[in-house]
């Protein structure tokens, strides 16, 4: 599955959600969010829209890696 191109920081907290990130602060136009599923994880999310490919990739190897999936699996789950 491909990384969806067109995808807002805003879209993208949405969709984390589903696996338990929650917003615990923001700084400017940088939004932090929390999980404590599979140990505490923090990632922070632009919220630009579109969000650009490389960063979006990044974010997701990040929760990826943390919820020990491949890319692919997490693609899945969130698309």
Excluded: C, W
């Excluded at 491909?2 to 969709?15: A, E, F, N, V, W």
């Excluded at 919820?67 to 693609?75: D, R, T």
Aim: net charge positive.
């Amino acid at each position: 599955m491909k990384i969806p191109r067109d995808l807002s920081g805003k879209d993208l907290i949405q969709r984390l959600k589903l696996l338990g990130y929650e917003p615990t602060r923001q700084t400017g136009s940088h939004i932090r969010l929390t999980t404590y599923k599979n140990g505490e994880h923090h990632i922070t999310i632009p919220n630009h829209d579109p969000l650009r490919i490389g960063t979006l990739s990044s974010i997701i190897s990040l929760v990826a890696e943390h919820f020990n999936l491949s890319k692919e699996e997490l693609l899945k789950k969130l698309f």
